[in-house]
């Protein structure tokens, strides 16, 4: 019977860190994939784990980011 070593529901999100300015001096930031629940799965994983994510992302372009991210990260 199959199944997973380990299963993690919570939250799936875009950290904003800051990258660099733009020419007229405003902020510029890169969107990068984060929350702790998905790293742990993430880290466990790597260890040889066999594990699962169950949460809910809106149907937008960093929902969609999140998708793609998670399926590449969590096979």
Aim: one cysteine or more; hydrophobic letters at 45%; a negative charge.
């Amino acid at each position: 019977m199959g199944g997973f070593d380990v299963v993690a529901l919570g939250e799936l999100l875009i950290d904003f860190t800051h990258n660099d300015m733009s020419e007229q001096g405003n902020p510029m930031f890169e969107a990068n994939p984060g929350g702790a629940p998905c790293n742990v799965l993430s880290m466990l994983q790597n260890l040889g784990n066999s594990t699962a994510f169950i949460g809910k992302v809106g149907d937008d372009f960093f929902g969609r980011l999140l998708k793609e991210r998670i399926s590449v990260c969590l096979l």
